[in-house]
Nanobody
Framework: QVQLVESGGGLVQAGGSLRLSCAAP????????MGWFRQAPGKEREFVAA????????YYRDSVKGRFTISRGNAKNTVYLQMISLKPEDTAVYYC?????????????????WGQGTQVTVSS
């Protein structure tokens, strides 16, 4: 079982920024496709952004395009989600996910491993 380690959540005012990080252990982590999902209270988990193993492909849900950026660190086994112009509707628990086949999937079944989640709260 691969344990993904997330960090960077917190409380921010509307219009503010946060950066989430997710580390996949070991050198195999650099071969995973990585994604971010979120789940707000009373709602289903939804796709946010994804990046392929080499960073060559990225995908975003429409509501975050232009505000969120997913990227990989130099070591490739860490992925970041830079969030700017945050809105109250972005409030949710954000989950990192990893795909062994290295693709940037936009649905949950495309991922094999999941992090524990980090809370992001945007106040109005």
């Amino acid at each position: 079982q691969v344990q993904l380690v997330e960090s960077g959540g917190g409380l921010v005012q509307a219009g503010g920024s946060l950066r989430l990080s997710c580390a996949a252990p070991g050198r195999t982590g650099s071969s995973y496709g990585m994604g971010w999902f979120r789940q707000a209270p009373g709602k289903e988990r939804e796709f946010v952004a994804a990046i392929s193993w080499n960073g060559g492909s990225t995908y975003y849900r429409d509501s975050v395009k232009g505000r969120f950026t997913i990227s990989r660190g130099n070591a490739k086994n860490t992925v970041y989600l830079q969030m700017i112009s945050l809105k109250p509707e972005d409030t949710a628990v954000y989950y990192c996910a990893a795909s062994r086949i290295g693709i940037a999937a936009n649905t949950a079944p495309g991922y094999d491993y999941w992090g524990q989640g980090t809370q992001v709260t945007v106040s109005s």
